[in-house]
């Protein structure tokens, strides 16, 4: 068998290596939109701390601890010497009521959630233990914050008739962060055994509770539908709703990972933090995500659009030239790029609507001058909406993408064998029967050319 005829034989193996080449190339251009959907990620992101910074962080709550002065003996170079630190004591029972009200917060282009939150607090003393520990003189007590920058209001801290005002906190070392209270010592005979506070924060992200006391019961308002609830503990009983939910805690001391006193120089606020629970502020799957995601299939789906136009090739005998598969592939890909301008200005939903139909228009009229027929180019168009119908389910589908992935590219695996089950590959482009480019009525008469 000479060099030509085993070229004529195999032109459709060397056509179908070719459709997987350029299928392989197009993962370039792939990356590059990759690239740029995560640098406008990091747009995003640094968009999220530039407000989290002018507005408030994320805000950890806890309830008063009293703080209370011990004296510690160490050496040095063999000689005995002493020093004050402040250590912190939990107190017995403690009650937050949250109510979390959110807005949304723009810079540029970019939209963060924040929330401001009505936080009531509660608690009992135990004067036993108080005065054991600090007998006399002034008594401060501390209520550990996440980030002070978010007070946005306190009321004075309530002991009976008594009204203590908040100040910032100057014990302890800069890792200890929230507000003091003192209670001169000539007001501790006159105070009651329960405390009250009232606090009004502005926050992002999440807002987390402390269980400092050794029973902890906190109630979580919000108008956020899309809670997620994080930290150490779950809540006990929660319902969540579209106009928002609400969720109940009740801890122990026992929970802890630390115990009722401690000082305040050897635990920092993160140590502190790790025993937080509470709720964040989770955004569905944002339009970055979604454009991320879409690009992940990319691959799978150019190709398939690739197969399809080899198919109509093998089915219709009119080989195509590779300039064809190059600016559809351009076309494929250039779509992911509008799509992800568009997210950023309009819904995903509409964005992707919007950029499949662009794609549709330009690739189906230019197929069908390629294939040698409208019909023929309609086809294609067909099978590129349903591929993007396709494409779009998978990419809002959060828990089901792989069933509905994997079950979609079994079901075009097998339709592209049911189609090809009768194609003579060795036959496809016989130069000796060059393929019929007219089309033709049902009974197989061509139908006759228009007259210019």
């Not at 209670?183 to 009651?192: D, I, K, S, T, Y």
């Not at 964040?280 to 789906?301: I, N």
């Not at 079994?410 to 189609?419: N, V």
């Amino acid at each position: 068998m000479n060099g030509p005829t085993l070229l004529n034989r195999n032109r459709a193996t060397l056509k179908l290596l070719f459709v997987g080449a350029i299928s392989l190339a197009m993962l370039i251009p792939l990356l590059m939109v990759r690239s740029i959907i995560d640098e406008r990620q990091n747009m995003q992101l640094t968009a999220e701390a530039t407000i989290d910074s002018r507005w408030g962080g994320n805000q950890v709550v806890g309830g008063l601890l009293a703080l209370t002065p011990a004296v510690v003996k160490f050496e040095v170079d063999g000689k005995e010497k002493t020093r004050q630190e402040w250590r912190a004591n939990v107190l017995p029972e403690l009650e937050i009521d949250a109510d979390m009200e959110t807005e949304y917060r723009y810079l540029g282009i970019y939209e963060v959630p924040v929330y401001t939150a009505n936080v009531r607090l509660k608690g009992r003393l135990d004067w036993a233990k108080l005065d054991a520990l600090k007998p006399e003189g002034d008594l401060d007590f501390w209520l550990p914050l996440g980030d002070v920058r978010g007070v946005r209001d306190t009321s004075v801290l309530k002991m009976g008739s008594l009204e203590i005002p908040a100040r910032p906190l100057s014990l302890g070392n800069k890792n200890n962060v929230g507000l003091q209270f003192t209670l001169p010592a000539e007001a501790r005979a006159a105070v009651g055994d329960e405390y009250s506070l009232e606090l009004r924060l502005a926050g992002s992200q999440c807002l987390l509770f402390l269980p400092l006391a050794d029973s902890t019961r906190v109630t979580l308002q919000t108008d956020w539908p899309h809670p997620e609830f994080i930290g150490q503990f779950l809540p006990e009983q929660r319902a969540v709703s579209n106009d928002g939910a609400e969720a109940n805690w009740r801890l122990l001391g026992l929970n802890r990972p630390y115990g009722d006193q401690w000082a305040l120089e050897s635990m920092s606020g993160f140590d502190l933090g790790q025993a937080g629970f509470g709720m964040r502020l989770e955004t569905p799957v944002d339009a970055y995500q979604r454009s991320e995601r879409s690009v992940k299939y990319g691959f799978l789906f150019i190709a398939l659009t690739f197969f399809t136009l080899f198919l109509f090739e093998v089915m219709t005998g009119r080989p195509l030239h590779p300039v064809p598969y190059v600016l559809t592939g351009a076309a494929l890909a250039v779509f992911y790029l509008v799509l992800l301008a568009l997210s950023e200005y309009i819904s995903f939903g509409a964005s992707f609507i919007t950029a499949a139909s662009l794609l549709v228009l330009i690739v189906t009229p230019y197929t069908a001058a390629v294939l040698g027929g409208r019909k023929r180019g309609v086809l294609v168009g067909a099978m590129m909406t349903l591929t993007y119908a396709l494409l779009y389910a998978l990419v809002v589908a959060q828990h089901a993408s792989l069933l509905l992935g994997s079950l979609a590219l079994l079901l075009a695996i097998a339709c592209l064998m049911y189609l090809t089950r009768g194609v003579d590959w060795y036959a496809y482009g016989d130069l000796s029967n060059p393929p019929d480019d007219h089309e033709r009525f049902p009974d197989g008469r061509p139908v006759p050319e228009p007259i210019q």
